[in-house]
């Protein structure tokens, strides 16, 4: 009985707060809300929710999000999807916006189709043009045609500049929506996207749309600069278990004594059992998956 009176105020005072916000997700940034919740480290929530407003901020679709003061835990809906994070000081801000990105990403305006594409010959293939009797100065422009699969996606908005960031086969680019004849804002475009989606359109017509009323104005080059990752051991292993999905073929390298490169990651352990606790964590999850893999030293 007890604990329904306690969800019914935290409701009222839920909806008091959107009444007098106007907006959703006002919860993020209200310090009284934020003090007045039970979670022990006061500080870090607030941190949080701070990071996971400014990530809401970029991404190209609304999400509500939600406090549940009794589980600890933040609810992110997309419509009638929603999904929940553990709130925990040993999850850095960096991975709890990732546990949340890899899940919305989904809703994401985005498209898979297969393209027609001109690419070289093989060695094989010239080799066979040659004995077929074929110049050699017309085998140096001699193409062929395949189909391959193109992913696109838009990752991020910039919408003071009606601009978004689009990923193509994995390679990045900034685009502007509609163009000199065409004035076209992005909170419009991306309006459009969301009702083709919920229309059932194809993902060939996403991608028409998609190409045909924004254009490329920069090309983002991948950065090979490292990350640093030098996490309490706790907060190590929820890096560990968090960022294992996307890097779990990765090969980890071990550069120096306590010292990492994964990836873009180069992590730095602050203790010997934590450094043991999670490159075993990493074994044991690889061996389930059947990726054999050792752990590497330069």
């Known amino acids: 009985m007890t604990e329904k009176i306690k969800l019914k105020r935290d409701k009222v005072f839920i909806s008091e707060g959107v009444k007098e916000k106007h907006k959703p997700n006002w919860w993020l940034t209200n310090k009284e809300f934020i003090n007045k919740n039970n979670f ?3 500080y870090y929530l607030e941190r949080l929710c701070d990071h996971i407003n400014e990530f809401l901020k970029d991404i190209p679709i609304p999400v509500l999000t939600t406090f549940d003061r009794h589980h600890n835990r933040i609810y992110f809906s997309v419509g009638n999807d929603s999904n929940w994070f553990r709130v925990d000081p040993d999850i850095s801000f960096f991975d709890y916006i ?4 890899r899940w919305l990403v989904q809703f994401y305006p985005q498209y898979v189709v297969e393209v027609e ?3 070289d010959l093989s060695e094989e293939e010239v080799l066979e043009k040659v004995r077929e009797g074929i110049d050699l100065n017309e085998l140096a422009f001699l193409k062929k045609k395949i189909k391959v ?3 696109g996606c838009i990752t991020r908005i910039i919408l003071n500049q009606d601009k978004f960031e689009f990923i193509k086969n994995k390679e990045c680019s900034i685009r502007m929506t509609g163009d ?4 076209l804002p992005l909170s419009t475009f991306l309006k459009n996207l969301r009702e083709m989606k919920s229309n059932s359109k194809t993902s060939v017509e996403i991608r028409e749309y998609i190409f045909q009323n924004s254009e490329e104005v920069e090309r983002i ?3 090979d600069k ?13 890096f560990f278990i968090i960022r294992f999905m996307d890097l779990k073929r990765i ?5 120096i004594a306590g010292q990492y490169i994964w990836g873009k990651y180069e992590i730095r352990f602050q203790s010997e059992s934590s450094e043991h606790d999670c490159l075993q964590y990493i074994k044991d999850r690889r061996k389930e998956k059947g990726i054999v893999m050792d752990i590497e030293n330069d």
Not at 180 to 183: F, Q, R, S, V
Request: glycine share 0%.
């Open 98 to 101: 990732k546990q949340a990105k």
């Open 226 to 238: 490292k990350i640093v990752i030098d996490y309490t051991p706790k907060m190590m292993k929820n």
């Open 149 to 151: 699969k193109e992913n």
């Open 180 to 183: 000199l004849n065409n004035i």
């Open 117 to 119: 594409d001109e690419v």
């Open 40 to 42: 022990p480290d006061k």
């Open 221 to 223: 080059s991948p950065s």
């Open 251 to 255: 090969p980890i390298k071990r550069s």
